[in-house]
């Protein structure tokens, strides 16, 4: 092992020490954030609007594996290149560790409730400890001569980061050096220890795991009695839906369930681990151009009028045939009736009170017409999804869900801010050049029948969804000769409006190749768009399109 090698050996050992005791420290105490997931998360926030529309758009899905993997890769080869700078240049090296942990630092308060005390000394402390064992390594490997050898790591925790600048007889000869094995074993070790420390860490923290944790069950009981006594308010109600019925589903292999159980509902956000917020210290502050700003607490929430409302949430990267769109029971309170505590009304809007702003405890906007929060659509301030509480990862305690509008305009996750503004305010994805409005598009998808399916002759049914949220959907149609001609399907009835809709045709098939297509038509009597777009700007287009054989 040449000498450049076992320096940048100790370098990445130091690296993985440094970050497995910052998520250590993560574990035993959330309020320091994961140093970690900072910097893939500042990585993201960084990445510029053109490049961000294709690489993150799906983020929640495939691309996070992808962000962690060269986060890790990145940051052991930076540290190994640091430790090879060190033998030559220690005090260069020492300012670059530094500016680490300013880069460090600035990553971690960006992050939504932050310790900055206990995060400041955990960012310096780990950046030290790493240091330490890098200095360490490169002693025992005979790097850095003239140097005693130094105890282990974990009993010298002690300035250990100046230890370089003392260097200065580097090639004097001596220095105590352990064997090539010897220096692969400690090594080793340092970087197991740093990964068990990580480890724990992760676990304490219920990294992952707490995210799929079942949500508890919603309990309104006892919370709707609140303003009783108070005469000039109306009476509070927990609206419940009747039971979803039976004809509103058709039963058929390959159909999704009508509405989507919460852990199969699919999952979009740029945040890389979920804001974990504790109800008592959430509030949600409604502010900007009101007549009197307001401030609730999860308790206050409760205590209004509830509702449960049927809605079907898309996102706007959803690809033609593509599953970013799911149904929901949501439970929550009339955004309506959220921002008339603060005395906005639809006459009274004004171009400073224009739009409606959704931000989130991790920094995240959406915002969209104010006039839509109150045309009369069962636009939530919703806290429960299929009878519990909000899972973690899709916004608990509190989101937004607008009927109508994708997700990146409107349905803000960990809800803690409505802003009304004027109309020149870009939220998130608006400053990454998608569009400032984003009604859903009308679509359907096939997903009994799938591409490339081979048949044999007989009866076939085409079947799936369609939607158009608050349009509802008045016709669906297949066509099995690549849009020559096209056979109404039968419509399940329509839970609501605002969800999308199961359809089915049964087709007579006899052998051959075909082109299956569908298209819906919403309840304006406006049929889909045939004209095919991809996601962005706002919205894939095109009827979905798959070929099939039949024997
Ligand atoms: N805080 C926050 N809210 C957010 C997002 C986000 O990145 N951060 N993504 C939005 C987008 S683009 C969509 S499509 C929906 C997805 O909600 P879901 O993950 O619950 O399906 O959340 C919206 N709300
Ligand atoms: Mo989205």
Same mark, same amino acid.
């Given at each position: 092992?040449?000498?450049?090698?076992?320096?940048?050996?100790?370098?990445?050992?130091?690296?993985?020490?440094?970050?497995?005791? @910052?998520?250590?420290?993560?574990?035993?105490?959330?309020?320091?954030?994961?140093?970690?997931?900072?910097?893939?998360?500042?990585?993201?926030? =960084?990445?510029?609007?053109?490049?961000?529309?294709?690489?993150?758009?799906?983020?929640?899905?495939?691309?996070?594996?992808?962000?962690?993997?060269?986060?890790?890769?990145?940051?052991?080869?930076?540290?190994?290149?640091?430790?090879?700078?060190? =033998?030559?240049?220690?005090?260069?090296?020492?300012?670059?560790?530094?500016?680490?942990?300013?880069? +460090?630092?600035?990553?971690?308060?960006?992050?939504?409730?932050?310790?900055?005390?206990?995060?400041?000394?955990?960012?310096?402390?780990?950046?030290?400890?790493? +240091?330490?064992?890098?200095?360490?390594?490169?002693?025992?490997?005979?790097?850095?001569?003239?140097?005693?050898?130094?105890?282990?790591?974990?009993? @010298?925790?002690?300035?250990?980061?100046?230890?370089?600048?003392?260097?200065?007889?580097?090639?004097?000869?001596?220095?105590?050096?352990?064997?090539?094995?010897?220096?692969?074993?400690?090594?080793?070790? @340092?970087?197991?220890?740093?990964?068990?420390?990580?480890?724990?860490?992760?676990?304490?923290?219920?990294?992952?795991?707490?995210?799929?944790?079942?949500? !508890?069950?919603?309990?309104?009981?006892?919370?709707? /009695?609140?303003?009783?006594?108070?005469?000039?308010? !109306?009476?509070?109600?927990?609206?419940?839906?009747?039971?979803?019925?039976?004809?509103?589903?058709? /039963?058929?292999?390959?159909?999704?369930?009508?509405? #989507?159980?919460?852990?199969?509902?699919?999952?979009?956000?740029?945040?890389?681990?979920?804001?974990?917020?504790?109800?008592?210290?959430?509030?949600? &502050?409604?502010?900007?151009?009101?007549?009197?700003?307001?401030?609730?607490?999860?308790?206050?929430?409760?205590?209004?009028?509830?509702?449960?409302?049927?809605?079907?949430?898309?996102?706007?990267?959803?690809?033609?045939?593509?599953?970013?769109?799911?149904?929901?029971?949501?439970?929550?309170?009339?955004?309506?009736?959220?921002?008339?505590? +603060?005395?906005? !009304?639809?006459?009274?809007?004004?171009?400073?009170?224009?739009?409606?702003?959704?931000?989130? @405890?991790?920094?995240?906007?959406?915002?969209?017409?104010?006039?839509?929060?109150?045309?009369?659509?069962?636009?939530?301030?919703?806290?429960?999804?299929?009878?519990?509480?909000?899972?973690?990862?899709?916004?608990?305690?509190?989101?937004?869900?607008?009927?109508?509008?994708?997700?990146?305009?409107?349905?803000? &996750?960990?809800?803690?801010?409505?802003?009304?503004?004027?109309?020149?305010?870009?939220?998130?994805?608006?400053?990454?050049?998608?569009? &400032?409005?984003?009604?859903?598009?009308?679509?359907?998808?096939?997903?009994?029948?799938?591409?490339?399916?081979?048949?044999?002759?007989?009866?076939?049914?085409?079947?799936?969804?369609?939607?158009?949220?608050?349009?509802?959907?008045?016709?669906?149609?297949?066509? #099995?000769?690549?849009?020559?001609?096209?056979?109404?399907?039968?419509?399940?009835?329509?839970?609501?409006? /605002?969800?999308?809709?199961?359809?089915?045709? /049964?087709?007579?098939? &006899?052998?051959?190749?075909?082109?299956?297509?569908?298209?819906?038509?919403?309840?304006?009597?406006?049929?889909?768009?045939?004209?095919?777009?991809?996601?962005?700007?706002?919205?894939?287009?095109?009827?979905?399109?798959?070929?099939?054989?039949?024997?």
């Amino acid at each position: 092992m040449n000498e450049r090698f076992r320096a940048g050996v100790a370098g990445a050992a130091g690296a993985v020490v440094a970050f497995g005791l @910052a998520e250590f420290v993560h574990g035993l105490y959330q309020l320091v954030p994961s140093i970690f997931v900072s910097l893939a998360q500042g990585i993201i926030e =960084l990445t510029p609007g053109g490049f961000a529309t294709r690489a993150i758009e799906t983020l929640g899905q495939a691309d996070i594996p992808i962000l962690v993997a060269s986060t890790i890769i990145g940051a052991l080869v930076l540290a190994a290149l640091l430790s090879i700078l060190s =033998l030559r240049r220690p005090v260069t090296a020492i300012m670059l560790v530094g500016l680490l942990a300013v880069v +460090a630092l600035v990553a971690a308060f960006s992050q939504p409730f932050v310790s900055p005390a206990a995060t400041v000394v955990t960012v310096i402390g780990a950046l030290v400890m790493g +240091a330490a064992v890098t200095t360490f390594l490169q002693n025992v490997s005979g790097l850095r001569a003239g140097e005693p050898v130094a105890p282990p790591p974990e009993a @010298a925790p002690s300035e250990p980061a100046m230890e370089g600048v003392r260097v200065r007889e580097a090639h004097s000869s001596g220095g105590i050096s352990v064997g090539r094995g010897q220096f692969v074993v400690l090594s080793g070790a @340092a970087a197991l220890a740093g990964l068990a420390a990580a480890g724990t860490g992760r676990a304490l923290s219920g990294g992952g795991g707490a995210d799929s944790a079942q949500p !508890k069950a919603l309990d309104l009981a006892g919370s709707s /009695d609140k303003n009783s006594g108070d005469g000039s308010k !109306k009476p509070v109600t927990h609206e419940k839906l009747p039971a979803v019925p039976k004809d509103a589903s058709i /039963d058929a292999p390959g159909m999704v369930p009508l509405v #989507t159980p919460a852990k199969d509902f699919y999952l979009i956000d740029t945040a890389l681990s979920s804001p974990r917020i504790d109800v008592d210290r959430w509030s949600l &502050k409604v502010k900007g151009a009101v007549e009197n700003e307001v401030e609730f607490s999860y308790k206050d929430l409760l205590s209004m009028s509830t509702r449960e409302s049927d809605v079907t949430l898309s996102c706007v990267s959803n690809e033609v045939g593509g599953g970013l769109i799911s149904n929901g029971r949501w439970t929550g309170v009339m955004l309506s009736d959220v921002l008339a505590e +603060a005395g906005v !009304k639809r006459e009274n809007i004004s171009r400073a009170s224009e739009q409606l702003v959704g931000r989130s @405890a991790d920094g995240w906007t959406g915002g969209f017409k104010t006039d839509i929060a109150l045309d009369g659509r069962e636009a939530l301030v919703a806290f429960g999804l299929n009878d519990s509480e909000l899972p973690i990862k899709h916004g608990f305690p509190v989101r937004l869900v607008v009927p109508g509008l994708y997700g990146y305009v409107s349905a803000t &996750k960990w809800l803690t801010e409505l802003e009304l503004t004027n109309w020149n305010f870009d939220a998130y994805w608006i400053q990454r050049t998608w569009t &400032k409005q984003g009604p859903i598009k009308t679509q359907s998808r096939i997903d009994t029948v799938k591409d490339g399916d081979d048949f044999s002759t007989g009866k076939i049914g085409v079947g799936g969804v369609a939607w158009a949220p608050h349009k509802g959907i008045e016709r669906v149609e297949v066509s #099995t000769d690549d849009g020559e001609t096209w056979n109404e399907a039968r419509l399940a009835a329509q839970l609501d409006e /605002d969800t999308w809709r199961h359809y089915i045709y /049964d087709w007579d098939a &006899k052998p051959g190749d075909y082109t299956v297509q569908v298209r819906a038509t919403d309840g304006e009597g406006v049929t889909q768009t045939k004209e095919t777009a991809k996601p962005h700007p706002n919205g894939a287009s095109g009827y979905h399109t798959i070929q099939v054989s039949v024997a």
